[in-house]
């Protein structure tokens, strides 16, 4: 599966909901394709597309099945949405969006676990990580990534000093000695 975007409003009175996505091609969903929505953590529930219309900011405004009120569709509103991989080849952007679960290599700290999630705050992008129990928010941005490796699943990183210390509280180097 690939999280390929996000419900971010509703769209009339009828249920409609508007999606953002991350494909190149604009009309790649089509009517019956299936939408998987997690409307909890690592639960995906499927849902039909009854229409799907592109929007002109390349955003569809979509109808789901089973969703038909303004009410059930303000419940999927910041909900991810996923395709199954085979419906997007070759039709997806090099986005980070693709990097979720990727394991993040510092060059000075070495595995810092897996990329949980990201987010776009408009500038740029910027990974999390649960690091030695907190949270940590790490630019996905040109001097600090070094290397993408989709194949292998992982991402080489050289952070800037004291970046980590600030989510841990503490000194990491002078920790380690």
Same mark, same amino acid.
């Given at each position: 599966m690939i999280r390929i975007g996000k419900i $971010? *409003?509703?769209? #009339?009175?009828? #249920? @409609?909901?508007?999606?953002t996505h991350i494909a190149d091609k604009p009309d790649w969903l089509k009517k019956?394709?299936?939408?998987?929505?997690? !409307?909890? /953590?690592d639960s995906r529930i499927p849902f039909f597309v009854q229409t799907a219309t592109e929007a002109r900011d390349g955003s569809y405004i979509i109808r789901l099945e +089973?969703? @038909?009120?303004v009410e *059930? @569709?303000? /419940?999927?509103?910041?909900?991810?949405?996923?395709? @199954?991989? +085979? $419906?997007? *080849? #070759?039709?997806?952007?090099d986005s980070p969006l !693709?990097?979720?679960?990727?394991? !993040?290599?510092?060059?000075?700290y070495g595995s !810092?676990?897996?990329l949980e +999630?990201? $987010?776009?705050? #408009?500038?740029?992008?910027l990974g999390k990580i649960i690091f030695r129990g907190a949270e940590a928010l790490i630019p996905l941005v040109a001097p600090i990534l070094i290397e993408v490796n989709i194949k292998n699943r992982f991402i080489r990183v050289d952070l800037p000093e004291g970046l980590l210390d600030v989510y841990t509280g503490k000194d990491i180097d002078a920790a380690e000695t």
């Open positions: $971010v *409003a509703v769209h #009339g009175l009828q #249920g @409609a909901v508007i999606m019956d394709d299936v939408l998987y929505i997690e !409307l909890q /953590k +089973d969703i @038909a009120t *059930a @569709a303000r /419940k999927l509103i910041g909900r991810h949405v996923y395709v @199954a991989s +085979d $419906v997007l *080849a #070759g039709m997806i952007k !693709l990097w979720i679960g990727f394991n !993040l290599t510092d060059r000075h !810092l676990g897996p +999630d990201v $987010v776009h705050t #408009g500038t740029q992008w």
